[in-house]
């Protein structure tokens, strides 16, 4: 695997694999993705494509994005235009669906700013995708089941944020820990919206007997995030690609555990099929549990054996007062719940994931800053 073409076609080939049955199950049936164009879009919307290809025709799923490009339009997104079972739509969730709305059978809504530098830049923005463009969905799905076009599946994307700082007792943590979070700090515009979308889902689930589940993803990283998006990883790439030491904007202290784009993708759609309705579902991965300096120093390892990078890991405070505020210590899932009900098993290693997702940007450096 030497190209980002090379790092794709694998993981594409893993994620197709690991969900021939769940994708099957789609077939033949129409799935709207909110937010397709932002960094989990990248592989749910190839993954789908990718099913596309190998299936007979009449099994297609048929593909629609919504997304207000509120991050910037992404060129691999443009370069699928075209695709004849792609439908990209302009659209803002937060306003009220097209009239011209088709009949989903499946749907996921994963519009909503999810790095921490932009959705602090656009807080009013992240909670109406989370609340009000939920509502409307839901709303929608309530209809069609009026209709007699009843939904199949409706994924929400929490967030592992919803648990905010856990106490030491609930790490790993469990899906039944309630969490602890502000609801006034400079993070609660996400942790407090999405904890109200779940709020809104499992009551609509259990109101209306909807097929309504919900994932609460534990930091993804890989392709797709691209380089700008101010995360620690592609922060590190950036440095690593300009031939600069890699800037750490913490103590490095805090700990985390990374899953690999390509295995909560598959965590995902196992969700959607699969999942139990008004159920919230940890996607992640439990270990290894590593500090964000170890991160780093990872990271210039692998970046000296694939690039010849020469530099090191330095500290410097972000200029961004708030860049730390609320930031949560310690931030590991139990999967257990996943793995029993749903087959989840992730299995991509940290130092594989962290490579390709080296190889990645080697080839997508540049991006839109947005
Ligand atoms: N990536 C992770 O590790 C992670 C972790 C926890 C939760 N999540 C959740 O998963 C979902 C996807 O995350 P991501 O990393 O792809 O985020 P992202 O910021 O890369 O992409 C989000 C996309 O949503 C779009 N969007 C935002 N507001 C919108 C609106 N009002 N109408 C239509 N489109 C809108 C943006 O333009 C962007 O394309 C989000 O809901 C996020 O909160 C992600």
Redesign the pocket.
Known sequence: MRTSQDVINRDLEYIYNKLKEELARLAGKKLLI????????YYLVQSILYWNERAEEAQDIRLTV???????VPPWLTKLEGNKNLTLIK????CPLPQDIEDFQYII???????PT?YRKHPI??M???VK?LRFLLGYCRQQKEKNKPIEGFLF?????IYGNSSPENIPTPETYYGYVSCTGPRAC?DES?RYGETLCVNFARQYDLPIKIV??????GPG??IT?RRALPDFARDVLAERDIVMLSDGSPTRTFCYVAD?IVGYYKILVRGQKGEAYNIGVEKPEISIADLAARVVDLARNLFGHKGKVVRQLSADTDYLADNPSRRCPSIAKARNDLDYDPSIPLEEGLRRSLIWYYDNRDAEDA
């Open positions: 909110t937010g397709g164009a932002g960094f989990l879009g919504y997304d207000n490009y509120i991050r910037g659209h803002d969730i937060t809504h994963a519009a909503s700013i999810a790095s932009y923005e992240t109406d995708a989370n463009g994307f929490s967030t592992s944020e996400y999405k609460r993803p534990f930091n993804n990283y995030l691209k998006d909560a």
